[in-house]
């Protein structure tokens, strides 16, 4: 995997409304790393539009705290989305049996 550049963190943008840093990406998107990715461990952001990766310098002491109920938030949000997709499926299942 080749970098495009290293980046200091203090150099990116964050959003504490989505939790994600942002930098300018020469293809005219952005660069992004979420506050829960950086925790991790994680130091590669990537951009959505393009195949560039920059290298994210920084020292965990100086992150924002992550919310208590972040990965709640998450985790919910993830088994809602499975059970509706799960019940769209028996639905298609059901329409496709009484045919």
Do not use: H
Request: proline fraction near 6%; aromatic fraction near 10%.
């Amino acid at each position: 995997m080749s970098i495009y550049e290293e980046i200091e963190i203090e150099d990116m943008t964050y959003d504490p409304n989505e939790y994600v840093y942002y930098y300018p990406c020469p293809c005219g998107d952005k660069f992004r790393i979420t506050l829960e990715e950086l925790w991790d461990g994680e130091d590669i952001a990537k951009c959505p539009s393009c195949t560039l990766r920059i290298m994210v310098i920084y020292e965990e002491e100086d992150l924002p705290e992550l919310p208590e109920d972040f990965d709640d938030d998450d985790e919910e949000e993830e088994k809602e989305a499975e059970d509706n997709q799960q019940t769209e499926l028996e639905s298609s299942v059901q329409e496709i049996a009484v045919s």
